[in-house]
């Protein structure tokens, strides 16, 4: 599937700083250590409804992982995919009327734009699910081969029994778990499972619903294995970061990483497991299934799209935080602020800036950090009308594009 266009990034000079990120499995920060190829891999949207500022949030907290690696010299082979068919997405068609199909692709271009505006880094392959059914199902065979599956009723689960480190990516008891799975898309309730918590795998045919022909019989894959699928394909086991809001840690990533042992023995099945926040609308968590939505492609009407990302800088990628109108307008204030101070003859020492800005980022990618250091160089700038430094305003507006992503 298509994926969106790239902006070039500048090359910046000095050394850069190792990142160190959360690893929600191992509750601490670490410091990453990709080899010559950083591989990451982020779970896509599914694409029932437009893109809005809590999926921005998320895909700008991984697209600054992606700039501080490739400030290291890293290779970024980055992979997101999209869930163009589930059951949010066939439910929302049936109300509107409109082919299942024709929903997804008309969603999934206005995130590409959302996405391009933002300046967010595309993946190298953006996979929609309906292009790799045959290849999860093979994948299911394969599961099913190593006796970790049973079947119900046609339906293929995974075997919590058989998850000899289920539970080790969440830390979450079993009381929690399934107050999780039954909000997030499980079955814990489903007369003739052996555990709640096992897991769908293949969903055989219902009347009116999409299907393909599979060695498992006709129907389509459940979400977990969609994405293991994926980033076993384009990545290999053992990458370097997993990553998706904070409502993926469990069932969505817990599932997945015990699909990936089964597989291929390895543990864990990505080396971090990293979470952004959630951002919140008049107190409640922003989702579609709630429809407190602030959607993107209509912020990116009245403002510019820098001051968006502006917001969501301003924030570090794993609080929880509430937008309110009055955050745009702060950014908007700041990145007049900045646009003023770049179009000095001079500023204050450059390099020391981006020392700054490094450290910062390194650090658990300390975003309000990075900002603040840029609001103390520019308001220096600003208050002696310039600097003896004449290559700083050049430097600083390529600082802020290739680690901030914020074209000045």
Known sequence: MRSWS???????PGES???????????????SDPGPTARMYVCGITPYDATHL??????????????????????????????DVDDPLLERAAQTGIAWQELAEREIELFRGDMEALRILPPREYVGVTEVVGRVAELIAKLSAKGVTYE???DVYFSVADAPKFGQVSGYGEPEMLELFAERGGDPDRPGKRNPLDWLLWRAERPGEPAWDSP???GRPGWHVECTAIALDNLGPGYDVAGGGSDLIFPHHECGASEGH????????ARFYTHAGMVALDGEKMSKSRGNLVFVSRLRQEHDPMAIRLVLLAHHYRADWEYVPELMAEAERRLATWR???ALPGGPAGEELLARVRERLADDLDSPGALAAIDAWAGDALAHGGGPDASAPALVRSLADALLGVAL
Do not use: C, K
């Open 17 to 31: 700083i190792p990142l160190r990120l959360y690893d929600t499995s191992a509750g601490q920060v670490r410091q």
């Open 216 to 218: 498992l019989g006709r």
């Open 262 to 269: 089964a597989l291929t023995g390895e543990w864990p099945f």
């Open 340 to 342: 003023s101070a770049v």
């Open 6 to 12: 790239a902006q070039n990034v500048p090359q910046l």
């Open 152 to 154: 119900l009723d046609g």
């Open 54 to 83: 809590g999926h921005a949030n998320t895909y700008h907290a991984f697209d600054l992982v992606g700039r501080m690696w490739r400030d290291a010299g890293h290779d970024v082979h980055y992979t997101q995919n999209a869930t």
